[in-house]
């Protein structure tokens, strides 16, 4: 039984980690416990079971003009940002308290806000650290100077500021930012430190009069996030030996800070750009109708449009992948429902492992756990209003060009993955903070080979500065393989610019990298996992770019 893996940690180390629970496994039970009555909670006090559709009553919170998730557009002057603690009711009745980025501008107060600028224009933000720890803003997807990136060599002290200042070259697409200091990544982000940054240009201009899509409107973008709260509705980020290893998964589903949220819709095409802003959960994302998969379109991924539209049902985001899609709610008739859902999936995350059956009876009694990644639920709920105001319209066949990298000469760098003592490492190798592992020269093409182990989980590979082109997709499980679109194994979330590749145990991915970098000087970029637990815990290198 698959579903069993997650309960079943133990098998990654067999007797001899029994040591790691401090207390013996009697450590490890009682903080499973502890999950198991979460569940119970969440059933019986929150009404917050994104199982049941019943639950979806809370409206989807839009990025407006203001307060969580408020838009600023092309902003003139520098941002002044605090990273601070703030109260906000998530969970009814039961105010949460966070760590989020806030912005007061023209009398406006914004948490988290949604930062809007077109290509090639500059960006100036002042981080105030209002936090008792460090902290430094790293902007997920952009190209941008090393020292404007958010490594952490540069994070600031608490009561201390940091300067920005950049302009962003990148592609119309949707970008995010959270905190990337050392050893804080993983916490801050979880307690609510992300957001999003959304860049236009001319191919999406044409494409927003072609469809008549309007940000805010029409054109919506869908932050998921899972997190687990307790009773006072605080966020709990406390993690047991499995969460460390594993990544944390929260059993409520927030998208846009909304749990169990509904929107309405009218009959007509809306765009919705999918941000997987959590920790260590992966999605297998479908609109389903009356129990069917509807079709819709990918129009984009982590770097902006593709050049053309993949029809697809079904696709996985993992943590730092974006999905861009176009859906059609034209045919639907009034009052009909569509759920945007997670299928199920497996998740993998024990693989190859014969310790199994040993633990089986013991594991058997945490069956109360809920939620754990591959499990299906409901994201979001969408209810087609009255009338359709537009007739169906035609997909755009062309939305970008892309261009095409030449890898006949680029040299093949292999990258593996792989654990030991519970440690997870990439080319053998743990997070070292003066460490180069890999030096790389300007202006050079490479194919990298990132090897997942048999025996492993997925891992979301995520690089700073540069984007990787999926060249083809090896060794894939069947539920993977099952997706792909091309006989080089490639599946339409592969098409396009990414940041992020989510790399299944055992799967082989070559991506080309184009370092050719437009800007002055030695350049250090991250490469890591963005299962943000595993980046915590040192599945991360750094990557020196040299003239
Ligand atoms: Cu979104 Cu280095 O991470
Ligand atoms: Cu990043
Ligand atoms: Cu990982």
Partial sequence: MKKFNRRTFLRYFGLTSLSLFAGGAGTFFTGCNSQSNMVHRKNDIYNYDPTKIENFINPLKIPGDDGPLGIISSPANSLDIVA??????????????????????????????????????????????????????????LKVDWKMDGHPAYEVKPGETYNYQFKIPNR????????????GTAKQAYMGMASLLLVGDQDEDKLNKELGLELGKTDIPLVIQDKRFDEKGNLLYKLNNMDQVMGIVGDVILTNLTPNPYLTVEGRVYRFRMLNGSNSRIYLLAFIKNGTKIPFQVIGTDG?????????????????????????FSSFKPGEEVYLKSLKFDPMDNE??????????????????????GDEFNILRLKVNLKATSPSVTMPEKLSDLGKLDITNAPIRPINLTIQNEQWLINGLKYEPNDYPIIIKKNIIEVWEIKNHKKSMPHPMHIHGVFMRVVSRSN???????????????LATDQGLKDTVLVWPGETIRVAIDFNIELPGEQIYLF????????????????KIID
Avoid at 172 to 183: A, D, I, L, N, V
């Fill in 172 to 183: 119309s697409g949707t970008y995010w930012y959270h905190p990337h200091p050392h050893k």
């Fill in 528 to 543: 890591h996992c963005h299962n943000l637990e595993h980046e915590e815990n040192g599945m991360m290198i750094n990557l």
């Fill in 304 to 328: 902006g449009l593709l050049g053309k539209p993949f029809e697809i049902q079904e696709g996985y985001l993992s943590p730092g992948e974006r999905m861009d899609i176009l859906i059609d």
């Fill in 84 to 141: 601070q603690t703030q109260t906000l009711e998530i969970i009814k009745d039961r105010p949460s308290n966070l760590l989020v980025y806030k912005l007061k501008e023209n009398d406006k107060n914004y948490i988290n806000p949604v930062i809007r600028v077109r290509q090639n224009e500059e960006l100036k933000v002042k981080l105030n650290n209002d936090l008792d720890e460090n902290t430094i803003i790293h902007w997920h997807g």
């Fill in 352 to 373: 190859d492992n014969d310790q199994m059956d040993m633990n089986k009876d013991k594991m058997g009694s945490m069956e109360g756990m809920s939620l754990i990644n």
């Fill in 476 to 490: 894939s499980p069947e539920q993977v393989s099952r997706l792909t679109i091309d006989k080089d194994g490639r």
